[in-house]
């Protein structure tokens, strides 16, 4: 059985009758830890939200799932973050009501609340779960937000630069989660990134968009920083 989760082809993206890209194509694998990055106004944002079907217009080119249902794929928006002050339950329930709407009217049970632990020791959230949302300092917030998304069991994630407002302690910690989560659970994620330099040290995968020719570069991360020192 192939890997591919996502693969894009031929994708072209125009807005006001200019072309933002160009014969596009790249391909997700099962484990993938695939960084997008360019500068701004490359397209990487619209890219995203065309491959998860929020963009239908200006848009061609074939956009294709594999081995995988609408209900495993997952998105933490751009604006995340900027809307904590709208959270007003503690880390433990604001994961738990993300895992209830997935259970679609069946009681919560002492092993779902376990679940969420588990999941909250994972990302070391557990020793401030009775804490409010609204309470926790951004980075805290962030992997809060990720464990919103994780319970509900993904397979494919989409993460839109989440990070601008972080400390390098806390992006470095947030990149490196990540990678925990593709090299043990296999969870496949897409990331978009201001700064590719950061990220390449975790990521297998680069997609860099370049505004000026509307010419792109998909392959390994890491070989992709060593041509540029």
């Not at 009217?105 to 949302?133: M, P, S, Y």
Request: glycine fraction near 6%; charged fraction near 30%; hydrophobic fraction near 35%.
């Amino acid at each position: 059985m192939s890997n591919y989760i996502l693969t894009v082809d031929d994708f072209c993206l125009s807005y006001k009758n200019r072309n933002i890209l160009e014969n596009l194509s790249f391909s997700v694998e099962r484990g993938d830890y695939l960084a997008i990055g360019g500068v701004p106004g490359s397209g990487k944002s619209t890219l995203i939200k065309s491959v998860l079907g929020l963009i239908n217009n200006g848009i061609s080119g074939n956009i294709e799932y594999h081995n995988i249902k609408k209900v495993d794929v997952s998105y933490i928006p751009q604006n995340s973050m900027q809307q904590k002050e709208n959270f007003l339950g503690t880390v433990r329930e604001v994961v738990a009501v993300s895992l209830l709407s997935k259970k679609r009217g069946r009681a919560f049970t002492e092993e779902d609340w376990e679940k969420v632990d588990n999941l909250l020791k994972r990302l070391k959230l557990f020793d401030i779960k009775d804490n409010k949302i609204n309470k926790l300092t951004k980075g805290q917030q962030l992997k809060a937000s990720l464990a919103k998304h994780l319970i509900t069991e993904p397979k494919l994630l989409f993460i839109d630069s989440p990070n601008s407002t972080l400390d390098m302690k806390n992006k470095l910690d947030f990149y490196q989660t990540i990678k925990m989560l593709c090299d043990e659970d296999k969870l496949t994620v897409i990331f978009i990134t201001h700064n590719i330099k950061e990220i390449c040290q975790y990521a297998n995968k680069l997609l860099f968009l370049k505004k000026k020719d509307r010419t792109y570069y998909f392959g390994d991360a890491q070989e992709f920083i060593k041509d540029k020192e």
